[in-house]
């Protein structure tokens, strides 16, 4: 069965400190691995795509590191701002009608 | 270029109702995809399409049609409401399929009493 496993669920950090989020995967055939920001009550947003061919990606102060033989990845956030608040979800190409398994999230708090 | 809109933003229906989610692309994306999001899960994929004039069902299909007429257009029909599609729903779009990246809509907040 096609899974993504997120952790932790939730995460409070104060502004300006850095903090990794993790997800697991099993998904087969694997092609791509994504994370998106979810801001409260608006759509997800995309952050990074990475293949199985690449080890990480940047995108501003959000940084994702793809290990596909463990079958893991990680979202790393530089020097937080209250704006990072919000949910982050992996997702997982590979498998499925669309062939896309959504993680259920990590809902990631700033606090001043 | 306004990018995936969805309307309305929220709704109340009864139980037995109809209604339609409106969905619009103006990034001639030819694949779109509706999704539901409920507390504690993961998004879970409705109905997908791949272009103008063909849809396919996804994981969670029933009480839910959907038709694509246009390649801009992609809604998403509830035949007759039920409590149990109290969600938010989520209209996606992508070029060159679920393969790379999907732009998401604002979102539509359904309740159903």
């Known amino acids: 069965k096609n899974q993504v496993e997120q952790s932790p669920q939730s995460l409070i950090i104060l502004e300006g400190k850095n903090c990794t989020l993790q997800?697991?995967?099993?998904?087969?055939?694997?092609?791509?691995l994504r994370w998106y920001k979810q801001d409260t009550g608006r759509g997800p947003v995309s952050l990074t795509i990475?293949?199985?061919?690449?080890n990480t990606k940047s995108n501003g102060r959000y940084t994702a590191t793809l290990d596909a033989d463990t079958k893991q990845s990680s979202l790393h956030i530089t020097a937080s701002q209250l704006s990072d608040s919000a949910s982050y979800i992996c997702?997982?190409?590979?498998?499925?009608?669309?062939?896309?398994?959504f993680g259920k999230g990590t809902h990631l708090i700033i606090q001043p | 270029n306004a990018g995936v809109t969805q309307t309305p933003k929220f709704q109340v229906l009864k139980t037995g109702q109809s209604m339609t989610l409106q969905c619009a692309q103006d990034?001639?994306?030819?694949?779109m995809s509706w999704y539901r999001q409920d507390p504690g899960m993961g998004l879970r994929l409705i109905h997908y399409?791949?272009?103008?004039?063909?849809?396919d069902q996804g994981e969670v299909p029933n009480g839910y049609n959907v038709s694509r007429s246009t390649t801009e257009d992609f809604p998403l029909r509830l035949l007759s409401a039920a409590p149990s599609q109290t969600s938010v729903y989520f209209c996606?779009?992508?070029?060159?399929?679920?393969?790379?990246?999907?732009?998401f809509g604002p979102g539509t907040r359904l309740t159903v009493l």
């Open positions: 997800c697991n995967y099993t998904v087969s055939p694997f092609s791509n």
């Open positions: 996606a779009s992508s070029y060159g399929g679920s393969y790379n990246e999907q732009f």
């Open positions: 990034m001639n994306h030819e694949y």
């Open positions: 399409s791949v272009g103008a004039g063909i849809t």
């Open positions: 990475m293949t199985f061919s690449e």
């Open positions: 997702v997982a190409k590979g498998g499925g009608a669309d062939g896309l398994t």
